[in-house]
């Protein structure tokens, strides 16, 4: 039962818009995950990162990156290059525009959790121009834009889909969003190298607990809402001859659902066995963890396949985040590749092994290849892209600064201020050796 | 300015006997009180936390101070209640102390002395 093109097209559009506002409200999910996870004096920073992210991230995504993705799809599978920067003057392509910017936004977001407490602002302003500029757009390019892992529907396939003869699934990005940063995320922790403190002399790991496990669960939450607008909203509603997708929207719902319980459940049994004590933070992380694992796959596989995948994905937080921390000695503050890398990975690769469309081992090489293929380049690009921004602007804040605490040092504010003196500035502070604060007595 | 003498006792309680302290110092017929939240340490054995799994000590615990102001009570039927409520017998249930105060003004009256108490 077909509606008119015109209506379906509307309510296509609304949905799409709606799905924009949701994705982008996973960024202040995003802004609460990491500054719980961090300790108070590094609260402002993280929220500036995170506000920069968005900021910065939009316009370089307009000036470039959209673009620059279309090109790359080309070059990698050789169709015509046409127009790609045709959008600068096509209001109509503007809708898509903005779905296609808050998920290169997500992208970006997940970084600043790795590098937390002690990365060089200008520095991390530079990677998230980088990250939304090119670093993910090429990786878009690559697949959904039609390039190198892409079968096309119109035009030659991509080079490396024409080798194996069958296009890579990953439907909302687990690997193409959520791998990219959380690659980006641990390449850039060992750039930037560990917090003071968080290993010791003999490189064993101490921790740095964080100053509020409640605003790190609400900015989970607030996450896993934003993500229906993620994974359902990657389903029009309608296809291109007006017929409701009802089955692919109601398995795409069903599965993220799923995953997301069975990540958050695996998680907190882990947790419980390895500490005694089932830990709210694991669980969340393994909410989490669950439906990145189940992005990629939520319209491809059955709903044993969404709770299976997402089931691994929550497993793996743990185990994961203790290899980067005892085995490569990487400070990911927020454990942003046990989260988004491991989990986009392996819930990806395994598709091919619940696909409603049977198994097929065409499929699971090329799910084999393509992981191989994004996870290569995130970190060639994010390595070379942290690289630069050593050199221009260095990594690292100054010991001193990273104990005053980058609210102080980087931005000069206080985020949770404690007794005020009141009144204005004008009126003169007093201290005991009778000088005033910044005035001719204080040296 | 009278004579009487007015003491301060400051007590450090657990926090969760603090309702059974406030009730024993306003039958002990003394209400007024200040209570303020503070970490120390005495004879309680450390506490080990956790985040993500890797262990942390902490050995300040939190505690309650309770500071009373006594002048027209006996000051050691004060402390009695206070270590009555308190008690529980493990390490940690805190301490009084008690200690002289010279002056004393109700800020609203203006009253000085044990009045002002």
Redesign the interface.
């Known amino acids: 039962m077909a509606i008119p093109a015109g209506i379906a097209e509307g309510i296509n559009t609304v949905w799409a818009l709606v799905v924009a506002f949701l994705i982008f409200f996973m960024q202040p999910g995003f802004a609460l995950l990491e500054s719980g996870q961090v300790r108070a004096k590094n609260v402002g920073n993280v929220l500036m990162k995170n506000m920069t992210d968005w900021t910065v991230g939009v316009l370089a995504y307009f000036a470039l990156g959209y673009g620059l993705s279309s090109v790359v799809a080309s070059v990698t599978s050789g169709a015509a290059l046409g127009t790609p920067f045709a959008y600068f003057g096509d209001p109509s392509g503007w809708v898509t525009w903005l779905v296609g910017a808050v998920f290169a936004m997500t992208a970006a977001t997940i970084v600043s959790g790795a590098v937390a407490e002690r990365m060089n602002f200008p520095a991390y302003v530079f990677v998230a121009v980088v990250m939304t500029a090119v670093v993910y757009p090429v990786t878009t390019g690559m697949t959904w834009g039609g390039g190198l892992l892409a079968v096309n529907a119109n035009g030659p396939d991509g080079y490396i889909a024409r080798v194996v003869g069958a296009g890579y699934l990953d439907f909302a990005g687990a690997t193409v969003v959520h791998m990219l940063g959380g690659i980006a995320g641990l390449v850039g922790a060992w750039f930037v190298g560990p917090r003071e403190g968080r290993f010791d002399a003999k490189g064993d790991?101490?921790?740095?607990?964080?100053h509020s496990m409640l605003l790190a669960v609400l900015g989970t939450l607030i996450l896993a809402f934003g993500w229906y607008g993620f994974n359902v909203g990657t389903s029009a509603i309608f296809n291109g001859e007006g017929v409701l997708l009802s089955a692919q929207l109601g398995r795409v719902a069903l599965n993220t659902t799923l995953g997301m319980g069975a990540g958050a459940v695996a998680a907190m049994l882990v947790?419980a066995y390895?500490?005694d004590k089932p830990?709210p933070?694991?669980t969340a992380n393994g909410l989490l963890a669950g439906l990145v694992a189940v992005t990629g796959a939520v319209p491809h596989v059955t709903w044993l396949g969404g709770i299976v995948l997402g089931a691994l994905g929550g497993a793996l937080v743990?185990p994961t985040?203790?290899f980067v921390v005892d085995s490569l000695h990487v400070d990911d503050v927020c454990?942003v590749f046990a989260v988004h890398g491991m989990a986009g990975a392996v819930g990806t690769v395994l598709i091919p092994f619940f696909a409603t469309s049977g198994f097929s081992t065409t499929q699971l090489v090329m799910q084999v290849v393509g992981v191989g293929v994004v996870a290569a380049w995130a970190v060639v690009g994010s390595g070379a892209t942290f690289w630069l921004a050593d050199l221009l602007f260095g990594l690292r804040v100054s010991p001193e600064e990273e104990e005053a605490g980058l609210d102080a040092s980087e931005h000069g504010v206080a985020v949770y201020p404690e007794f005020t003196s009141g009144g204005s500035p004008d009126g003169q502070p007093v201290s005991a050796d009778g000088g005033f604060p910044g005035g001719e007595g204080d040296d | 300015m009278t004579d009487a003498a007015i003491e301060m006792v400051v007590a450090y309680v657990r926090p969760d006997v603090l309702p059974a302290v406030k009730r024993a110092i306003a039958n002990a017929g003394a209400p007024s009180l200040t209570v303020t939240k503070v970490s120390g340490r005495g004879s309680q054995p450390v506490k080990t936390?956790?985040?993500?799994?890797?262990?942390?000590t902490v050995d300040l615990h939190e505690k309650a101070k309770v500071e009373c102001v006594v002048a027209d009570v006996e000051t050691e039927t004060v402390v009695d209640a206070i270590a009555d409520a308190a008690r529980t017998g493990e390490k940690g249930d805190g301490k009084v102390f008690v200690l002289p105060v010279t002056t004393a003004r109700q800020i609203r009256t203006g009253k000085t002395g044990p009045d002002a108490v």
């Open positions: 790991s101490h921790p740095i607990p964080g947790s390895r500490q830990d933070l694991w743990l985040y203790r454990g | 936390e956790q985040w993500r799994g890797e262990e942390y």
